[in-house]
């Protein structure tokens, strides 16, 4: 009896400390850790609360940084559209209360708006394209598609503008014949906007490699070239709706912050991964293309 008595009285004290440490969690203290006695039913909702605590712990902290990102995203886009709109704006009233000193100032401050105009649309046009391709119901258009010939002929197509900055296109092809299924005009905008993208970044003689090699799901593709100021925290980031480091936002250079997100979600789309690296002062971009 003695016995069963203890036995009773140690799982009563048992129900109190556990009902006790309920009333703390109720009061909002999530860090509460329950300590775990035995391997009774006891012992089973102690851990069960334990683990309730540690996924609304999870969830608060994912809503954190949805809040966080949120928050960077409109700033981000404000920042976007703001730049734009104000010499839009400031052009038009400028011609609007015909205060130009003469008609080829009136033409460049036209030219100027036109241009801007056409920046904004682009902005808006990608931005409908991400949306899109976030559509649960998004098909692809597969077939067969030399990966080895349809990099060589992006590079061709890109090189005149390479030159410009007198910049050098290393293609470092596969010795391998490479042909996956995939969608042609998705995959071709994603190649698109990594070489554009390096060709904007790189300052001018320097060298973008693009690497083709054979993968046991299908290809291996990088894009590579020099950049400055890149953090190795940053590297995620870039694939973030309308996120441009501070160096490049602050730049010269036309940017929405879109296409990687784009890119990303192409390459989602087909099973595949893209991800980040920095080696040295290269920032290099891999894709792991399946098909």
Request: with cysteine; aromatic share 8%.
């Amino acid at each position: 009896i003695i016995l069963i008595y203890l036995g009773i009285r140690k799982k009563v004290k048992y129900i109190e400390y556990i009902y006790s440490a309920i009333n703390e969690i109720s009061k909002g203290n999530l860090n509460y850790d329950l300590r775990i006695e035995g391997k009774d039913e006891l012992a089973y909702v102690a851990n069960a609360i334990n683990l309730m605590e540690k996924n609304i712990l999870d969830m608060i902290e994912k809503e954190r940084k949805n809040d966080n990102m949120q928050r960077e995203l409109i700033t981000n886009i404000s920042h976007d559209l703001k730049t734009p709109l104000t010499i839009i704006v400031g052009y038009l009233d400028i011609i609007r209360t015909s205060s130009c000193k003469s008609k080829d100032e009136e033409h460049k401050y036209i030219e100027t708006t036109y241009e801007k105009a056409l920046v904004l649309q682009n902005m808006v046009l990608k931005l409908f394209e991400l949306v899109k391709l976030g559509d649960k119901d998004t098909a692809l258009n597969k077939s067969d598609v030399n990966i080895n010939k349809l990099l060589k002929q992006v590079i061709t197509e890109y090189s005149p503008i390479a030159d410009t900055k007198n910049i050098k296109i290393e293609y470092k092809d596969s010795q391998d014949t490479i042909v996956l299924n995939v969608d042609l005009d998705k995959i071709c905008r994603v190649f698109d906007n990594l070489i554009n993208n390096a060709i904007k970044y790189s300052k001018e003689n320097e060298k973008i490699t693009v690497t083709l090699e054979k993968d046991l799901s299908g290809a291996l593709i990088s894009f590579r070239n020099k950049c400055e100021n890149v953090k190795e925290e940053d590297l995620d980031k870039f694939f973030n709706r309308f996120y441009r480091s501070d160096k490049a936002r602050n730049s010269s250079i036309e940017g929405s912050g879109i296409g990687l997100s784009i890119v990303k979600r192409i390459i989602e789309l087909h099973n595949s991964h893209i991800w980040t690296e920095l080696h040295d002062s290269e920032i290099w971009f891999i894709i792991r293309l399946r098909g």
